[in-house]
């Protein structure tokens, strides 16, 4: 199975970036795995919020296939220690789906059509971070949970 991270908007931090591409290159080491962007809208300084939202919802939509199983990483979702991501992950590995996406919404969110296509959320934390931030956490956990998998010394209990 294939694990695609799915993005709205770039990341505009070098230093963000190349974080993200170190955890990228390790969690490449385990499984398929790939960061997608959707480009960010043009003249959103004129949108509504909720436009803005639905725009992107649009774009989030077309990118999900069948097959897909879709998670959004939302505030409201369900919490994970460590551990408990590496089993998700893994039972995850083991359905007929064909792709795990992990979707990070834009600053304002997700669409209702977003939400109402997705399988499952999940929260990183009960605080809110930055769309920018979130991108770092959750590769650094992907990888930990594959590090955790592959019974290697990188988790600390």
Excluded: C
């Excluded at 790939?34 to 725009?55: A, D, H, V, W």
């Amino acid at each position: 199975m294939q694990t695609l991270l799915l993005l709205v908007g770039k990341t505009n931090d070098s230093r963000l970036i190349s974080l993200m591409e170190d955890y990228t290159q390790r969690i490449n080491r385990y499984q398929r795995f790939e960061i997608q962007i959707i480009p960010e809208l043009k003249n959103k300084g004129k949108m509504s919020e909720n436009i803005q939202k639905q725009k992107e919802g649009q774009l989030i939509v077309e990118k999900i296939k069948g097959g897909d199983w879709v998670v959004l990483l939302d505030e409201k979702g369900k919490s994970f220690d460590s551990i408990g991501f590496s089993k998700y992950l893994n039972s995850k590995r083991s359905s007929s789906h064909k792709r795990l996406i992990f979707i990070v919404g834009g600053p304002y969110g997700f669409s209702e059509e977003v939400y109402a296509i997705a399988h499952e959320k999940i929260a990183l934390s009960s605080m809110t971070f930055s769309h920018q931030m979130v991108r770092l956490f959750f590769l650094e956990q992907l990888y930990r949970a594959n590090t955790l998998l592959n019974n290697e010394p990188y988790h600390h209990q």
